[in-house]
Structure formats: structure tokens, C-alpha cells
T-cell receptor, first 108, second 116 residues
């Protein structure tokens, strides 16, 4: 059965304290792994797509990496405005399978 | 470009009533996807539509739920005879073509359905 698991469920960081979020997956026929950011009361906002093991993508303080079984979202020197829920999703066929997300809080 | 527009943002229905959720995709997008997000759960795929066609409805409950994307107008997700378990946030996403993996899908802000 296709599964996406994210950890930790919640993460509190001091401003400037770097950390990583994990997304592990078991799917057949992976077409892509996606990271989204979701703010309260809003829809997911696209961040990155990764296609193959070893691939990395960066955007401002965020860097996403991919292995054959998991992906990491590294956040370097986070700021309070980075506080949000970060969702991981894998695409197989027409569907995305989403994890339940990591709720990140960055304290000033 | 106004992005993916969903309305209403909030919808309250009594048990047994019908709920209609609307989604207007981004300009130039002809593919629409509906997802449901229950509290403490991840987004779950419901249905994938193109204009006038249902492509994949494998995530739709077999009863009471239906979706359409007519030639003109928004996509509609319809829930008949709502029950409390239908309370959730319903998100619509659109893409210009099937897959659109380079940029992900563009999501709307969702409709929050509350059944009382």
C-alpha cells in the first residue's frame, strides 16, 4: 500500500536554529516527490518537486533532498515567517498521496 | 491571474441537506483535482476531472458524492444528504496538463464544510 509518513509531527525552533523535516515513502511507480507549505486557513503552496535519488533543490532558507526511500526538507537559520505546516506528497499516476505534515513554529 | 478560486470559503449545512462546492481553475488550466482534508489527517485524493470528463474518481465515496466540470463554468463537487462525517476542508487544485509535475498543482484556499 502506498504510504507517506512525515516526522516530526510538530517542531519548535528558535529563530536561527537550523533543522530538518523528514518524509519517508513507500510507493510504486513514483513520478515525483513534492513539498508544499500550508498556512492556517489556506491551501497548500508549492515549494519543490524532486524526481530522482540524489536530486536537491533550494529556495531561500529551504533545501529539499531525495533518496530512494525518503526526502528531507532542511531549513537553515529559520525566521518566524517560516512558521507553517510543511506537507510532503508523492505522485503516482493521477494522484498525490500526502503525508499529515510537520507543523513548524519558529520562535523569535 | 487570480489563481484557483473556491467558493464558498465556509459552508454550514444541516444533516440531510445538500452541499455544493465550486472551483474555478487558474486561467489556462483544464485539469481539476479535488482533495479532502479531515482534521489531523493528510489531504486525500477524491477525483480528477478534465472539461466534461471524469478521468479518475477512485477516491470518491461510492454514495452521495459526485463531481462535474462542465464545458462552461466552474467544477462542482456535490455532496447529497450530508452527514457529520463529511465535515472537512475540501481543496481544489488545477494544472495545465496531466501531471504538471514541474510545478506541482496550484491549490485553492479551500471550502470548509461544517455539518451540524
Amino acid at each position: 500500500e502506498d504510504q507517506v509518513t512525515q516526522s516530526p509531527e510538530a517542531l519548535r525552533l528558535q529563530e536561527g536554529e537550523s533543522s530538518s523535516l523528514n518524509c519517508s515513502y513507500t510507493v510504486s511507480g513514483l513520478r515525483g516527490l513534492f513539498w508544499y507549505r500550508q498556512d492556517p486557513g489556506k491551501g497548500p503552496e508549492f515549494l519543490f518537486t524532486l524526481y530522482s535519488a540524489g536530486e536537491e533543490k533550494e529556495k531561500e532558507r529551504l533545501k529539499a533532498t531525495l533518496t530512494k526511500k525518503e526526502s528531507f526538507l532542511h531549513i537553515t537559520a529559520p525566521k518566524p515567517e517560516d512558521s507553517a505546516t510543511y506537507l510532503c506528497a508523492v505522485q503516482t499516476g493521477n494522484q498525490f498521496y500526502f503525508g499529515t505534515g510537520t507543523s513548524l513554529t519558529v520562535i523569535p | 491571474n487570480a489563481g484557483v478560486m473556491q467558493n464558498p470559503r465556509h459552508l454550514v449545512r444541516r444533516r440531510g441537506q445538500e452541499a455544493r462546492l465550486r472551483c474555478s481553475p487558474m486561467k489556462g488550466h483544464s485539469h481539476v483535482y479535488w482533495y479532502r482534508q479531515l482534521p489531523e489527517e493528510g489531504l486525500k485524493f477524491m477525483v480528477y476531472l478534465q472539461k466534461e470528463n471524469i478521468i479518475d474518481e477512485s477516491g470518491m465515496p461510492k454514495e452521495r458524492f459526485s463531481a462535474e466540470f462542465p464545458k462552461e463554468g466552474p467544477s462542482i463537487l456535490r455532496i447529497q444528504q450530508v452527514v457529520r462525517g463529511d465535515s472537512a476542508a475540501y481543496f481544489c487544485a488545477s494544472s495545465p496538463n496531466q501531471g504538471a509535475t514541474n510545478y506541482g498543482y496550484t491549490f485553492g484556499s479551500g471550502t470548509r464544510l461544517t455539518v451540524v
